[in-house]
């Protein structure tokens, strides 16, 4: 309920100033209905900067009356610099902007700095040009005259408008502040004639007394800044988090805004036969007799025909100009291409409206007090064989096959001779997908290969509009950026070797063809090798929070409409034989005013599979709010997994020839991908270097390892250099590398690492030194000592060497971490054996992951002699972590001291992964029969 102060006997009446309309400012004392603030105390005291914000509307005789009082007190060189120039708003074919005073307080003094003649200059406001908006404002500025830090300064002004498009009526609104905005003295104060009906609202958590009377006005007094508000959540309706403000006008309600904008616009779109437009309009009708077509013809020609310019000269805020005027100039704005299009419709029998939306209050609108101010938008709505089509001439890419789209604005008023009431959008699904995704994917080189990736999307829409500009410029580097995004951390992350885009203006869709190679699709975790089959259904963001009481009653807001269909044709390894899917393949189920669909099946040598997901804008009832947690727990767990068989054929056990066959289409992408990428993007060259480590190309990932240590130095290129060094048997070369990793980030993981090579190479005392400079945490403490020890075995100090390695699993001895160091550390040196086992065990029970803790104790089992049981352990290692080199190793070495068959396929695998490991083990002494 809004509410209204009706007329009251008067008790006196104080006339206001008529507005006179003009380019420069008036000086002019505050007009009497103006209650000045008094400063003097809060200059005395200690407070914010900011000492007082006073805002003070009278509106009376059609004309709203704005006046504000501002003082800032200037406390250091910052504040100076922002406040030294000044600058005043208005618009001049709707009123006037007249200064009061402009003072400086210094020292008890007041300096009058209109009596001395400063003045503000006047520019056209056109910032907004290159947004292609020219509001009609003028702006007033000035460079305040020998301001200093520790003065305050004041200034007061006044703005009238009386608005064209109204007429006789008129509407203020007035945003308040809250805390924690820091302010001495603040307030807002809404008068009026008692005997004119003057209607007010603010938002619920305000709390107002009735108005005032005096001398015949009413007045409404807030004092600022209101209390902090509670917050709310931030997928709340709009309604719940709008802007606190007091809002005002003569508007009765909807029917009679509606009532007073429509004539403006039914003259605007009042064309003559002879006219262009009409013309226009004639010819559509020559092309088609559909009226669906003929409507959106009309909406392409206005979209593309006539560029977007925000003109707010001469009344142009509220006022339209003409359809003629448009077509002539080619530009204009929202209303003037409403008109436009309004014309065009008429002209061929279609029943249309302009209807005013708002973009950003949605929801909230119905809330709002009736004013035209509650509204920033205007588009038209058509009725087709009884159904509601709502245009928008200043969107992009419109064809008949998105016509039917229904735009995010909630609600519309419909501006009708007589007037009209809100009207509610009702929303549907989009006629087509806003984006469609079809991804190609030959990963027939392996499962533990990398993909060669085609992706093929396209977007319709305003998105399609965008990528247009992306076409017409042809400018390798935008392609370049846009390449890079395909390259960040999703399933489909992608090096991309070419980047082709297009755009079809009859269908209004643009194309966009991403080739590359994307890492491996399968992980194998604890044992289990998947694929996850994501046909788009992604519902992890929707976890609403309602857990406050005082959000209990809170619906949640639904983003929309939306609509994205995705597709997968993924070429299988081993010509698909024995490949299944676990889960789900098809399902059909929604949360919310969200649906999702999804397909996949296997046929042959190929994965297929497909996916759409339809959003509607809307809300979620609290009640609906607990159904919808479950729905969308629902489709999370109908996950979809591509299950490759039990036999699958690992990158290691193929031949050095058959490696190199798979892997040359890959190496040919990633070249493709380094040639396309700028020369400042060393992404695809990582992932080749990456993918030739992988396949045990050593040299060659060594070569690409130089270029990265060259030209883009980091503690990880030196660190991944270091290991390839170590693998080609350098071990200078493997050192210095580390050094230079550790002197780019001086980790302490990165210092053991260099302090064992020290060890190694027989430096005891710099390891030490490099161990002992260390700023070492609690929780870094059992790697400390565990290095300590390595150090002390590797100088024959072994009696040294097990007291730091007791200490370490003394610091946490139930940690499975703690417990695997000492047991490695004593298979490796050969010392503790004889509790060894139990030490090794209970780190496999505390384990998440027990691979490295099995290959620790199948090296204390491979010591003592029972190598059944080291190649048993091993072999459950291996389950866990096929790419273990180290366990393939020692398994080689236990099957060798058992005489049982596969030690030296487990051998060649092992040297194929890590050729350093012969060399290690052996000087531990483990090495193979004699």
Same mark, same amino acid.
């Given at each position: 309920?809004?509410?209204?102060?009706?007329?009251? %006997?008067?008790?006196?009446?104080?006339?206001?100033?008529?507005?006179?309309?003009?380019?420069?400012?008036?000086?002019?004392?505050?007009?009497?209905?103006?209650?000045?603030?008094?400063?003097?105390?809060?200059?005395?005291?200690?407070?914010?900067?900011?000492?007082?914000?006073?805002?003070?509307?009278?509106?009376?005789? =059609?004309?709203?009356?704005?006046?504000?009082?501002?003082?800032?007190?200037?406390?250091?060189?910052?504040?100076?610099?922002?406040?030294?120039? #000044?600058?005043?708003?208005?618009?001049?074919?709707?009123?006037?902007?007249?200064? @009061?005073?402009?003072?400086?307080?210094?020292?008890?003094?007041?300096?009058?700095? &209109?009596?001395?003649?400063?003045?503000?200059?006047?520019?056209?406001?056109?910032?907004?040009?290159?947004?292609?908006?020219?509001?009609?404002?003028?702006?007033?500025?000035?460079?305040?005259?020998?301001?200093?830090?520790?003065?305050?300064?004041?200034?007061? @002004?006044?703005?009238?408008?009386?608005?064209?498009?109204? =007429?006789?009526?008129?509407?203020?609104?007035?945003?308040?502040?809250?805390?924690?905005? #820091?302010?001495?003295?603040?307030?807002?104060?809404?008068?009026?004639?008692?005997?004119?009906?003057?209607?007010?609202?603010?938002?619920?958590?305000?709390?107002?007394?009735?108005?005032?009377?005096?001398? =015949?006005? /009413?007045?409404?007094?807030?004092?600022?800044?209101?209390?902090?508000?509670?917050?709310?959540?931030? +997928?709340?309706?709009?309604?719940?988090?709008?802007?606190?403000?007091?809002?005002?006008?003569?508007?009765?309600?909807?029917?009679?805004?509606?009532?007073?904008?429509?004539?403006?616009?039914?003259?605007?779109?009042?064309?003559?036969?002879?006219?262009?437009?009409?013309?226009?309009?004639?010819?559509?009708?020559?092309?088609?007799?559909?009226?669906?077509?003929?409507?959106?013809?009309?909406?392409?020609?206005?979209?593309?025909?006539?560029?977007?310019?925000?003109?707010?000269?001469?009344?142009?805020?509220?006022?339209?100009? *003409?359809?003629?005027?448009?077509?002539?100039?080619?530009?204009?704005?929202?209303?003037?291409?409403?008109?436009?299009?309004?014309?065009?419709?008429?002209?061929?029998?279609?029943?249309?409206?302009?209807?005013?939306?708002?973009?950003?209050?949605?929801?909230?609108?119905?809330?709002?007090?009736?004013?035209?101010?509650?509204?920033?938008?205007?588009?038209?709505?058509?009725?087709?064989?009884?159904?509601?089509?709502?245009? +928008?001439?200043?969107?992009?890419?419109?064809?008949?096959?998105?016509?039917?789209?229904?735009?995010?604005?909630?609600?519309?008023?419909? &501006?009708?001779?007589?007037?009209?009431?809100?009207?509610?959008?009702?929303?549907?699904?989009?006629?087509?997908?806003?984006?469609?995704?079809?991804?190609?994917?030959?990963? *027939?080189?392996?499962?533990?290969?990398?993909?060669?990736?085609?992706?093929?999307?396209?977007?319709?829409? %305003?998105?399609?509009? /965008?990528?247009?500009?992306?076409?017409?410029?042809?400018?390798?580097?935008?392609?370049?950026?846009?390449?890079?995004?395909?390259?960040?951390?999703?399933?489909?992350?992608?090096?991309?070797?070419?980047?082709?885009?297009?755009?079809?203006?009859?269908?209004?869709?643009?194309?966009?063809?991403?080739? $590359?190679?994307? #890492?491996?699709?399968?992980?194998?975790?604890?044992?289990?090798?998947?694929?996850?089959?994501?046909?788009?259904?992604?519902?992890?963001?929707?976890? %609403?929070?309602?857990?406050?009481?005082?959000?209990?009653?809170?619906?949640?807001?639904?983003?929309?409409?939306?609509?994205?269909?995705?597709?997968?044709?993924?070429?299988?390894?081993?010509?698909?034989?024995?490949?299944?899917?676990?889960?789900?393949?098809?399902?059909?189920?929604?949360?919310?005013?969200?649906?999702?669909?999804?397909?996949?099946?296997?046929?042959?040598?190929?994965?297929?599979?497909?996916?759409?997901?339809?959003?509607?804008?809307?809300?979620?009832?609290?009640?609906?709010?607990?159904?919808?947690?479950?729905?969308?727990? /629902?489709?999370?767990?109908?996950?979809?997994?591509?299950?490759?068989?039990?036999?699958?054929?690992?990158?290691?056990?193929?031949?050095?020839?058959?490696?190199?066959?798979?892997?040359?289409?890959?190496?040919?992408?990633?070249?493709?991908?380094?040639?396309?990428?700028?020369?400042?993007?060393?992404?695809?060259?990582?992932?080749?270097?990456?993918?030739? /480590?992988?396949?045990?190309?050593?040299?060659?990932?060594?070569?690409?390892?130089?270029?990265?240590?060259?030209?883009?130095?980091?503690?990880?290129?030196?660190?991944?250099?270091?290991?390839?060094?170590?693998?080609?048997?350098?071990?200078?070369?493997?050192?210095?590398?580390?050094?230079?990793?550790?002197?780019?980030?001086?980790?302490?993981?990165?210092?053991?690492?260099?302090?064992?090579?020290?060890?190694?190479?027989?430096?005891?005392?710099?390891?030490?030194?490099?161990?002992?400079?260390?700023?070492?945490?609690?929780?870094?403490?059992?790697?400390?000592?565990?290095?300590?020890?390595?150090?002390?075995?590797?100088?024959?100090?072994?009696?040294?060497?097990?007291?730091?390695?007791?200490?370490?699993?003394?610091?946490?001895?139930?940690?499975?971490?703690?417990?695997?160091?000492?047991?490695?550390?004593? $298979?490796?040196?050969?010392? =503790?054996?004889?509790?060894?086992?139990?030490?090794?065990?209970?780190?496999?029970?505390?384990?998440?992951?027990?691979?490295?803790?099995?290959?620790?104790?199948?090296?204390?089992?491979?010591?003592?002699?029972?190598?059944?049981?080291?190649?048993?352990?091993?072999?459950?290692?291996?389950?866990?972590?096929?790419?273990?080199?180290? *366990? @393939?190793?020692?398994?080689?070495?236990?099957?060798?001291?058992?005489?049982?068959?596969?030690?030296?396929?487990?051998?060649?695998?092992?040297?194929?992964?890590?050729?350093?490991?012969?060399?290690?083990?052996?000087?531990?002494?483990?090495?193979?029969?004699?």
């Amino acid at each position: 309920m809004y509410r209204s102060i009706v007329a009251l %006997p008067l008790v006196s009446i104080v006339m206001s100033a008529p507005a006179h309309a003009g380019e420069e400012p008036l000086y002019q004392p505050a007009p009497a209905w103006v209650e000045e603030a008094d400063i003097d105390a809060a200059i005395a005291q200690d407070g914010p900067a900011t000492l007082l914000f006073d805002w003070q509307h009278r509106l009376e005789d =059609g004309v709203a009356w704005a006046y504000v009082d501002w003082a800032q007190r200037i406390d250091n060189p910052q504040s100076l610099m922002q406040s030294n120039t #000044q600058t005043l708003e208005w618009l001049p074919d709707k009123g006037d902007l007249i200064v @009061h005073s402009m003072e400086i307080y210094r020292d008890g003094e007041v300096i009058d700095l &209109l009596e001395r003649g400063v003045t503000f200059d006047v520019l056209r406001r056109e910032q907004g040009l290159e947004d292609r908006l020219l509001d009609g404002s003028l702006t007033a500025t000035v460079s305040v005259p020998g301001l200093r830090e520790g003065d305050v300064l004041r200034i007061a @002004h006044t703005v009238s408008t009386s608005d064209q498009a109204l =007429g006789d009526e008129v509407q203020a609104t007035q945003y308040l502040p809250s805390e924690p905005w #820091q302010v001495g003295t603040a307030r807002a104060v809404l008068s009026w004639p008692a005997d004119e009906e003057i209607y007010w609202d603010v938002e619920e958590r305000v709390e107002l007394a009735e108005p005032e009377l005096r001398d =015949g006005y /009413q007045y409404i007094t807030v004092d600022l800044p209101l209390a902090e508000p509670d917050p709310t959540p931030m +997928d709340a309706p709009r309604r719940f988090h709008r802007p606190t403000v007091l809002r005002a006008g003569s508007f009765a309600d909807w029917n009679e805004v509606s009532a007073v904008m429509a004539p403006h616009f039914d003259a605007a779109a009042d064309v003559g036969a002879d006219s262009d437009v009409a013309g226009l309009a004639r010819g559509i009708m020559g092309k088609t007799d559909d009226p669906l077509d003929r409507a959106a013809r009309a909406v392409r020609l206005v979209q593309d025909e006539v560029s977007y310019l925000l003109n707010g000269l001469d009344g142009g805020n509220y006022l339209p100009q *003409s359809a003629n005027e448009t077509w002539e100039v080619r530009y204009g704005d929202c209303k003037a291409k409403t008109v436009l299009l309004l014309a065009l419709l008429r002209e061929m029998d279609i029943e249309a409206e302009p209807v005013l939306v708002s973009s950003r209050m949605g929801d909230a609108v119905p809330e709002l007090l009736p004013l035209p101010a509650a509204f920033d938008h205007v588009i038209v709505h058509a009725v087709i064989d009884g159904t509601d089509y709502w245009l +928008d001439g200043t969107s992009a890419a419109t064809r008949l096959a998105t016509l039917s789209d229904v735009p995010p604005f909630h609600y519309a008023l419909p &501006l009708r001779e007589g007037g009209a009431d809100l009207i509610p959008m009702t929303q549907r699904d989009l006629a087509m997908p806003q984006m469609r995704a079809n991804v190609t994917m030959d990963h *027939s080189a392996g499962i533990d290969f990398p993909a060669l990736v085609t992706m093929d999307i396209q977007f319709v829409g %305003p998105t399609a509009a /965008q990528m247009q500009a992306v076409v017409d410029a042809n400018n390798p580097a935008m392609l370049q950026s846009m390449a890079r995004n395909f390259s960040g951390g999703s399933d489909l992350a992608m090096q991309v070797s070419s980047l082709d885009i297009a755009y079809d203006d009859e269908e209004a869709v643009a194309s966009l063809q991403v080739r $590359g190679v994307a #890492q491996a699709q399968f992980e194998w975790v604890d044992g289990r090798l998947r694929s996850n089959i994501d046909a788009g259904e992604d519902v992890s963001e929707f976890n %609403p929070n309602r857990a406050r009481p005082a959000w209990r009653d809170i619906p949640v807001a639904t983003p929309g409409p939306m609509r994205q269909a995705f597709g997968m044709r993924m070429r299988l390894p081993e010509g698909g034989d024995g490949f299944t899917l676990e889960g789900e393949p098809e399902i059909e189920l929604g949360y919310g005013n969200t649906r999702i669909t999804r397909t996949a099946s296997i046929d042959g040598d190929e994965l297929l599979a497909t996916g759409e997901t339809f959003g509607l804008l809307g809300e979620i009832a609290p009640d609906d709010l607990p159904d919808a947690r479950r729905a969308a727990r /629902q489709i999370s767990s109908h996950s979809l997994q591509l299950v490759p068989p039990e036999s699958v054929t690992w990158r290691w056990e193929l031949s050095d020839a058959q490696r190199a066959e798979r892997a040359a289409p890959l190496l040919e992408a990633y070249e493709k991908a380094i040639e396309f990428a700028d020369e400042d993007d060393f992404q695809p060259l990582i992932a080749r270097a990456m993918f030739l /480590q992988s396949i045990y190309d050593f040299d060659a990932a060594l070569a690409d390892f130089d270029v990265l240590a060259e030209e883009q130095p980091s503690s990880w290129a030196f660190s991944s250099r270091s290991w390839l060094h170590r693998a080609l048997g350098d071990e200078k070369a493997m050192l210095s590398d580390m050094q230079a990793a550790y002197e780019l980030d001086l980790d302490n993981g990165l210092a053991r690492e260099v302090a064992q090579m020290l060890a190694y190479d027989g430096r005891y005392d710099e390891a030490r030194d490099l161990m002992n400079s260390l700023a070492v945490t609690d929780d870094d403490m059992v790697w400390h000592l565990s290095m300590m020890a390595t150090i002390a075995a590797a100088e024959g100090k072994l009696e040294d060497a097990q007291d730091f390695m007791a200490d370490a699993v003394a610091q946490a001895p139930q940690s499975a971490d703690a417990l695997n160091s000492d047991c490695w550390f004593r $298979g490796l040196w050969n010392v =503790g054996l004889e509790d060894a086992l139990d030490v090794c065990t209970r780190s496999i029970e505390r384990a998440s992951n027990a691979a490295a803790a099995l290959d620790s104790r199948a090296l204390i089992r491979f010591r003592q002699g029972d190598y059944e049981g080291a190649i048993a352990d091993l072999d459950g290692a291996l389950a866990i972590s096929p790419g273990l080199s180290e *366990s @393939h190793y020692l398994r080689a070495m236990a099957k060798m001291h058992a005489d049982v068959d596969g030690a030296q396929e487990d051998l060649t695998i092992a040297l194929r992964m890590a050729p350093h490991l012969e060399a290690f083990y052996t000087r531990h002494g483990i090495t193979a029969p004699q």
